[in-house]
């Protein structure tokens, strides 16, 4: 079991600090966090408009950094998966020279978000970054990245400070120097993710709404089934082509607005896969309404059990679950105490996410150690804060 809390997020701090000495010499001045999220419910909602329960981990990206007046930017990561080179410089975009995606591949995210930066101008920085969210697991590890960056840049030169741009930035970040055309779930949450709660992202209208989740006697479980997931493959982007055909079929600006009823009703006109993707979508944001209520009033079975018919429906419906995820779920459900238990994420790999009482913890480990064909990796995590600034000693 790996308990990852503020201690290692502390860890990690120093970490990237040792590094940066070895660098650039000298101590950073600037010291940001931000987390990786699990999803408790409400899967491929985020770009049907839909509704989304994330909330942040205690698992993040750190950054630590300082101005430089040359002009040039410098970044080192510490990521020990990352592609070669680990380290990159290039000079601040200026107008008529903007910043490109290219190789290696995990600095277009840090790029991305300086590119799309709303303030300016930025001056030069050397910084270096450490993560301790799984890369590929399914728990953001590129929105922690890049909701660290804009936070990093807003120490060098503020922005106008509002959260919702914040995470817009780093989702259109993620848009056209990852080529992911993500929803803005895992920006919003990196961003507003607050200690003791989940949080309901209405992506309509992009009104959130905290939702208290520190129940002593209860704990979230994240399995990771150790398959990495890629969502710049062609599925992610073909589900999200599939809604909107769905949605323009029945005359809704998005899936948002239709009804089971409206979905029947128009049937004949979608082909047996485009209504099944719609279906999912549908009853999902349905469950996620209905999760948010359970929560709110401490219903866990009635929250467990949403979540068991959201994994049942993203794996039959939307066909993005696998045989690894049904596994761990199957697995965890049989134990006592479990409530429920879902793949979390786009799926294709990742992680699972379970809710249980904190009795059953041990209990559940043992049996989905014992059940599982290959091996799992768990992460227990209390809702954590959004980004942050660390002030450094
Ligand atoms: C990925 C995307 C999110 C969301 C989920 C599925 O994590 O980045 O925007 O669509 O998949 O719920």
């Not at 660290?148 to 509002?162: I, K, R, S, V, Y």
């Not at 995470?167 to 803005?184: D, N, R, S």
Request: net charge negative; charged share 20%.
């Amino acid at each position: 079991m790996e308990g990852r809390g503020e201690a290692e997020l502390g860890s990690l701090l120093e970490a990237a600090r040792g590094v940066y000495r070895k660098a650039f010499g000298g101590d950073p001045e600037i010291a940001v966090s931000a987390p990786g999220r699990v999803n408790l419910i409400g899967e491929h909602t985020d770009y049907n408009q839909g509704f989304v329960l994330p909330m942040a981990l205690q698992m993040g990206t750190v950054m630590v950094g300082s101005p430089r007046q040359d002009g040039i930017i410098s970044i080192v990561t510490t990521a020990e998966e990352a592609e070669e080179p680990k380290s990159v410089q290039f000079p601040v975009p200026v107008e008529g020279s903007a910043l490109k995606p290219g190789k290696p591949h995990w600095a277009n995210y840090v790029k991305g978000v300086i590119q799309h930066y709303r303030a300016g101008p930025l001056p030069g920085f050397n910084v270096v970054i450490a993560s301790n969210v799984p890369l590929g697991g399914g728990l953001s590890s590129s929105a922690s990245l890049e909701v660290a960056t804009h936070t990093f840049l807003q120490q060098l030169c503020p922005d106008d400070g509002d959260p919702v741009a914040k995470a817009l930035v780093c989702q259109k970040a993620e848009h056209t120097f990852a080529m992911m055309p993500c929803g803005i779930m895992d920006q919003f949450i990196s961003v507003m993710g607050k200690e003791g709660h989940a949080l309901l992202i209405d992506c309509r209208s992009l009104k959130t709404r905290l939702v208290p989740l520190s129940d002593p006697n209860l704990v979230v479980l994240i399995t990771n089934s150790n398959i990495r997931h890629t969502l710049t493959g062609s599925e992610y982007p073909t589900r999200r082509r599939q809604c909107e055909e769905a949605a323009k079929i029945l005359g809704k600006a998005s899936l948002r607005e239709a009804s089971m009823t409206d979905l029947e009703a128009s049937r004949s006109l979608l082909s047996m896969e485009v209504y099944r993707r719609a279906r999912h979508v549908i009853g999902e944001i349905d469950r996620t309404a209905k999760a948010a209520e359970a929560l709110q009033s401490k219903e866990y079975e009635k929250f467990g059990q949403l979540m068991v018919e959201s994994h049942n429906s993203l794996r039959d419906d939307y066909e993005v679950s696998c045989l690894e995820l049904d596994e761990l779920v199957t697995a965890a459900l049989e134990i006592p105490g479990v409530y429920g238990s879902r793949m979390t994420g786009g799926g294709f790999g990742g992680c699972t996410v379970t809710l249980l009482e904190s009795t059953a913890a041990e209990k559940v480990l043992t049996h989905i150690k014992e059940k599982y064909s290959r091996k799992a990796t768990f992460y227990f995590s209390k809702p954590s804060d959004g980004a942050k600034v660390h002030l450094l000693p």
